[in-house]
T-cell receptor, first 115, second 114 residues
């Protein structure tokens, strides 16, 4: 499985933008970049995913570097409810066999939001 | 739309006892996953079902863990006998498509083995 590297922790202030980085230097052409987050005492929650182009949804934006070796999850205005562990995951869209649909979670980034 | 349901939410057992967890995925979701999340770590996939067939169980400790998904809907995960190192949160997830583009997770079952 292609691996991702994220900072262990980041801090932000409420109502400020947050940029969560992810490095994936060994990404392959068929790997999608997924972001999930996990709030305290809850299961992970899908945030966003993309392949090559930047993506926006109601929760966040995903900026993907031109060489696809890194990406950034952008929370435009952090709230206290955004405090969570954020996971950057690569999913091989063409994987067969036992890798089909597989998400391999790393340690993630613990985001702390200060009031 | 109802989410993924899991029960029980908490379970405390002694080592060598058995325990079972239940998961009801989102209606119509053909793919179901069980993950184990040890404190301080990300979730680790234990088993993946496509309808009632197993797609991937390579990380399931088959000497003590078993899972089934009868009729391709609900699923149960069983541990027998439990060890101390099985203390973790067991998460169930489901997805509409078989390639897991978006997985929806339940709240998890927190297991403590004493």
């Amino acid at each position: 499985d292609a691996k991702t590297t994220q900072p262990n922790s980041m801090e932000s202030n409420e109502e400020e933008p947050v940029h969560l980085p992810c490095n994936h230097s060994t990404i392959s052409g068929t790997d999608y970049i997924h972001w999930y987050r996990q709030l305290p005492s809850q299961g992970p929650e899908y945030v966003i995913h993309g392949l090559t182009s930047n993506v926006n949804n109601r929760m966040a934006s995903l900026a993907i570097a031109e060489d696809r070796k890194s990406s950034t999850l952008i929370l435009h205005r952090a709230t206290l409810r955004d405090a969570a562990v954020y996971y950057c995951i690569l999913r091989d869209a063409l994987a067969g066999g036992t890798s089909y649909g597989k998400l391999t979670f790393g340690q993630g980034t613990i985001l702390t939001v200060h009031p | 739309e109802a989410g993924v349901a899991q029960s029980p939410r908490y379970k405390i057992i002694e080592k060598r006892q058995s325990v079972a967890f239940w998961c009801n995925p989102i209606s119509g979701h053909a793919t179901l996953y069980w993950y184990q999340q040890i404190l301080g770590q990300g979730p680790k996939l234990l088993i993946q079902f496509q309808n009632n067939g197993v797609v991937d169980d390579s990380q399931l400790p088959k000497d003590r863990f078993s899972a089934e998904r009868l009729k391709g809907v609900d699923s149960t995960l069983k541990i027998q006998p439990a060890k101390l190192e099985d203390s973790a949160v067991y998460l169930c997830a489901s997805s509409l498509d078989p390639w897991g583009e978006t997985q929806y997770f339940g709240p998890g079952t927190r297991l403590l083995v004493l």
